[in-house]
């Protein structure tokens, strides 16, 4: 009878825990659609010490020619703030970093056992999506993935080249705490096909011109 009852408060404790989680990420998803509203921070709830910034979409299978979108459970709204607390709830933005969508390294940091998870088998060429404040979705494409020592904070630091840096634990399936190792994933803005013509036709103009000259 008490293994019963055990297991039946342990049930009831994982649904609450479940359910928790659910509501936690309505109330973070109402906060950003707010922000896409009027630009302004919006807290998911009265006492977060956090907010969303970004919406992160991570492209469910290799399509290098395009982005269609991720399927709606690969879109991760991203908060403020890399803390134990702020993680609990979704991946995070390292303030030290770039924020979401401006020149620099944008650095997100999430568990490897829940929002990070589908990191796991991630490849170069995957795309990613991020979405800013202002409702700009900026397209990136993987470049770099690696294991470091958590020492290693070099992929971290400021760069003057636009660029997003995603960090978990590893390995991915060693759940125990204090993981030595961390996976980066490193992805840098794709260029738009029409900015890319103009890009070459500019380039083209340019060396004709010189040549008449």
Request: proline share 5%.
């Amino acid at each position: 009878m008490g293994l019963v009852l055990l297991g039946i408060t342990l049930f009831g404790k994982g649904f609450y825990m479940q359910a928790k989680a659910h509501f936690a990420q309505y109330l973070i998803e109402q906060a950003w659609a707010k922000t896409l509203i009027d630009g302004q921070s919006h807290k998911p709830w009265s006492w977060a010490d956090t907010y969303p910034v970004a919406k992160l979409s991570i492209e469910q299978a290799k399509r290098p020619n395009h982005f269609d979108g991720p399927a709606s459970n690969d879109s991760l709204y991203v908060l403020a703030g890399a803390s134990g607390r702020n993680l609990a709830f979704g991946p995070a933005l390292v303030l030290s970093s770039a924020p979401a969508g401006a020149q620099g390294n944008t650095v997100i940091a999430g568990h490897r056992d829940t929002h990070f998870a589908m990191l796991n088998g991630i490849s170069v060429g995957r795309r990613l999506a991020l979405q800013t404040a202002t409702g700009k979705e900026i397209v990136y494409q993987v470049v770099a993935t690696e294991v470091v020592h958590e020492s290693q904070t070099e992929l971290m630091a400021p760069s003057e080249d636009n660029r997003l840096t995603l960090i978990t634990c590893y390995p991915f399936d060693v759940l125990q705490g204090g993981a030595e190792l961390r996976f980066v994933v490193q992805a840098i803005p794709v260029l738009p096909e029409n900015a890319a013509a103009q890009s070459v036709e500019t380039t083209v103009n340019t060396t004709a011109a010189q040549k008449v000259a």
